[in-house]
């Protein structure tokens, strides 16, 4: 049986590490962490999240902004809210949870926050960091996802590494990072030919394309990393269920490691905006990252760097 990568754990030993380090940061009267989240309109999913993500900076003891704009919210009024916000010494990140209704231009969005508040990494410049192998913002989930790799795997040169799915939030950042840990990356998505054989080939699978246990456990290198994305609500035997892209249960006999739905990747991405928003806080005042911050978090038994 596959070794199970409790993300859920991980998640709640980074945020209380987090938690110090802003503890620390107030008591030096140097600055307290500022998160403000955007939602707009009132998709139940997207409000789910939201709360979440503003109950856990405050847990944290960041300091937490929440705007809640009509659905029908002209774009101006929306860009005016993130320029006041831009200019707002108390607020060092700034997140638009997506999607947004279609009055309104995301890209438009995305890029009139100013890029060292952009903690979602989601702005054409820290993506472009991100693809030149700089010191951008990164975003959440395949922070999370790269995270719980390097703990299980250390170093990950020369594997292979299979992205399923190209989002701009998830697969393409995602296909990044691994290439910067030196790994052969293959992305494939819904065109690709035969998903099957690229996953025969993978010692690390990540599968992002939100479709309910598209990968079984037969088409998995024995003893892979699998670390699934996925967050599918089905119907099945008349109860409502949360299941990832891959059937954990047929992959958890072939895999070395799985993370599973609930509990893995999920409770990664909120810790990691809060980190993120730890991160853009020290650069913004000039204070130094704490850099031990992930080892901490892991114990001694950390192969994070
Ligand atoms: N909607 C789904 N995932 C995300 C995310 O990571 N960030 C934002 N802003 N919206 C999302």
Redesign the pocket.
């Known amino acids: 049986m596959a070794h199970i990568i409790d993300g859920k754990a991980y998640a709640t030993r980074l945020r209380e590490e987090i938690g110090r380090q802003v503890r620390k940061l107030r008591e030096h009267d140097l600055v307290t962490p500022g998160l403000a989240?955007i939602l707009v309109g009132e998709d139940p999913a997207?409000q789910i999240?939201v709360r979440n993500k503003a109950n856990q900076a405050r847990e944290a003891e960041m300091a937490s902004f929440e705007y809640r704009l009509a659905y029908g919210v002209p774009q101006a009024q929306l860009l005016e809210l993130i320029e006041r916000l831009n200019q707002d010494p108390a607020v060092h990140g700034i997140?638009?949870?997506?999607?947004l209704p279609p009055q309104v231009d995301a890209e438009r969005v995305i890029n009139a926050i100013r890029p060292d508040k952009d903690i979602?990494g989601?702005h054409p410049i820290n993506v472009g960091k991100l693809g030149t192998g700089g010191q951008g913002i990164v975003?959440?989930?395949p922070l999370g996802c790269l995270m719980l790799l390097k703990h299980h795997l250390g170093d990950m040169s020369g594997l292979h590494a299979l992205v399923l799915g190209r989002s701009n939030?998830?697969g393409k950042p995602m296909a990044n990072l691994l290439l910067n840990e030196h790994c052969t990356v293959t992305i494939a998505h819904s065109r690709s030919r035969d998903l099957q054989a690229e996953c025969r080939r993978a010692d690390i699978l990540v599968a992002a394309v939100g479709r309910a246990r598209l990968v079984p456990g037969h088409w998995l290198k024995p003893g892979a990393t699998v670390i699934d994305v996925g967050i599918n609500r089905i119907e099945e035997d008349d109860q409502a269920r949360l299941v990832g892209d891959v059937d954990f249960a047929s992959a958890s006999t072939v895999a070395g490691a799985i993370t599973p739905v609930p509990g893995g990747v999920g409770p990664m991405?909120i810790a990691c905006?809060l980190l993120n928003t730890l991160e853009a806080t020290c650069r913004q005042h000039g204070i130094a990252f704490p850099a031990g911050i992930m080892q901490s978090a892991w114990g001694n038994d950390a192969c994070l760097d």
Not at 95 to 99: D, E, S
């Open positions: 989240v997207s999240y997140l638009v949870q997506l999607p979602d989601f975003p959440c989930t939030i998830v991405t905006l």
